[in-house]
């Protein structure tokens, strides 16, 4: 199984950025996904999530920004990044999981992970 980011990028304050994620070893199209970021020195949190289905999730300080997107038929995840601001600035990995009835961004709710990709934003 393999989750691999694209590079992230360096960008200023209202720029835009699109990160992407390639997905192999498994079916993808029966997982749900989900972007995830860790800034230095504080936890790592969920920041969109897409269904089986294409239905979508976002944390409410990235909502109207971002966008989280999937490719079936290619099994790549995207997360589109506008208006970026200098706090976006962290480590974002893609995960993917299959767990029954496991909403939300809990950890336990993803069985695998990309190695993460450096998004900075600078002001």
């Known amino acids: 199984v393999h989750l691999v980011e694209s590079e992230g990028g360096s960008v200023q304050a209202g720029g835009s950025l699109t990160l992407s994620c390639a997905a192999s070893g498994f079916t993808y199209s029966n997982y749900y996904m989900g972007w995830f970021r860790q800034a230095p020195g504080k936890e790592r949190e969920g920041v969109a999530r897409?269904?089986?289905?294409?239905?979508?999730d976002y944390a409410d300080s990235v909502k109207g920004r971002f966008t989280i997107s999937r490719d079936n038929t290619k099994s790549i995840l995207y997360l589109l990044m506008n208006s970026l601001k200098p706090e976006d600035t962290a480590i974002y990995s893609c995960?993917?999981?299959?767990?029954?009835?496991?909403?939300?961004?809990?950890?336990?709710?993803?069985?695998?992970w990309g190695q993460g990709a450096q998004v900075t934003v600078s002001s």
């Open positions: 897409i269904g089986r289905d294409g239905s979508t």
């Open positions: 995960a993917a999981g299959a767990v029954p009835f496991c909403a939300g961004y809990r950890t336990a709710c993803f069985n695998y």
